[in-house]
DNA sequence: CTCTTATTTGACCAAATAGTCAAATTTTTT
DNA sequence: AAAAAATTTGACTATTTGGTCAAATAAGAG
């Protein structure tokens, strides 16, 4: 017996097993959204036959939430990592780097994130409304702390937030675009093309005059 | 008869249905993305039965490629109308507003594109790969040119344009995100807002030192 | 090795879904 | 007002889908 959340031996075949159904999982979702996911998609991706994949997880649904659930902390890390205490200018810019290295390295995690929202944020609306809004509001605090002290450019620091977020996930989740655009179907060279323009774009807007 | 795409003389009662039929499907198609969407959706939401809706049109794919064609035109415009003999920054930035207004006007069909992107472009890859690259193409060579005769600040153009998609987009696909940092459940204050801010970074970014 | 527990799956079910069709109804034409 | 054409829909089919279950198999404890 697997599957319930009460406390119990978790065997090396469950935590291998519970990864790589998650895995494929992700694979799916990130491509089709909730809805136009099956769990036979699933279950082919990974290997495992359908009833096997529900002997891990309840549902569906039980599936798609712990992957959201998991992915939420590692996407508020790098906003948690910008250091009121650092150089304001340098630390938006890392901030703005290391977002754009987890789009890199992460973009099926980004694209989930990204379909999760455009269907309304069904499963984490709330963690939104809280944790994220809280994250943000006191990040955007520091900021205008530094625009006080004439080390950051005047600026909204929540909408400059936003421009961050959405410039930086543009080369995960518009990935195909991009790649049309430039005429690049393989390689990753843009991101690096990325990291230059957006370091040299965010200093630009940032640096006080 | 309705259907078929020969030539065929329009009633306005096809004129009026498929008008709505097309916007109740906007409606379903921009939340749930193709696969997760159902004719029966669009039948409800539009009042339609089922068997009506399939009347005019063949298929839910040939709905949804009729909306994303449609939507392709409207899409390219604002970025055509930017122009060479402007004064450059002025340009980049009147360009800015334009897709921050359509993103205000128009997000269902903007969470549409996205979700068509997200899923690899499986409809419109062509499209993106041919005219929309040749676009960017022709209009990055353009503001090359404003940055050699120093009227625009070096940049790499094609990632600008990327960047004002994303950050002009973001507040119509992201909405629920934005609205949730925010707090403003209702209104739309926020796009007044982005609009300042926007003009005021893509200004700096781009005016010669 | 043997007993217990955990894992795996083929076969199945009920609901949802894309699409069809003939018959009924409405609109337009004459 | 008829006749012809266009529109509408209830009932239907075949397929897909989320999920179940009992029986079979594999792992682990003693």
């Known amino acids: 017996m697997a599957r319930s959340g009460t406390t119990q031996k978790v065997t090396r075949i469950q935590r291998e097993k519970t990864q790589a159904i998650m895995d494929a999982a992700l694979d799916v979702f990130s491509r089709h959204g909730f809805r136009g996911s099956t769990i036979d998609m699933i279950a082919k991706t990974s290997g495992f036959s359908k009833p096997n994949i529900l002997y891990y997880f309840d549902s569906k649904e039980a599936i798609f939430a712990e992957l959201i659930n998991r992915l939420l902390k590692d996407w508020l890390e790098p906003l948690i990592a910008l250091d009121d205490h650092g150089e304001p200018v340098d630390e938006v810019c890392a901030y703005v780097r290391r977002k754009l290295d987890l789009a890199q390295a992460f973009p099926r995690e980004s694209r989930l994130f990204a379909n999760e929202i455009l269907q309304g944020a069904p499963h984490i609306l709330p963690q939104l409304a809280g944790p994220l809004r809280d994250l943000v509001d ?18 909204d620091p929540v909408h400059v937030i936003f421009m961050i977020w959405a410039s930086t996930q543009h080369y995960a989740d518009f990935d195909v675009q991009v790649r049309a655009v430039l005429n690049t179907p393989e390689s990753d060279d843009h991101f690096q093309q990325a990291a230059i323009h957006l370091d040299q774009m965010f200093r630009r807007m940032l640096t006080p005059a």
Chains 1, 2 share one sequence.
């Open 138 to 155: 006191q990040k955007a605090q520091v900021m205008d702390r530094w625009i006080t002290e004439g080390r950051l450019a005047p600026c």
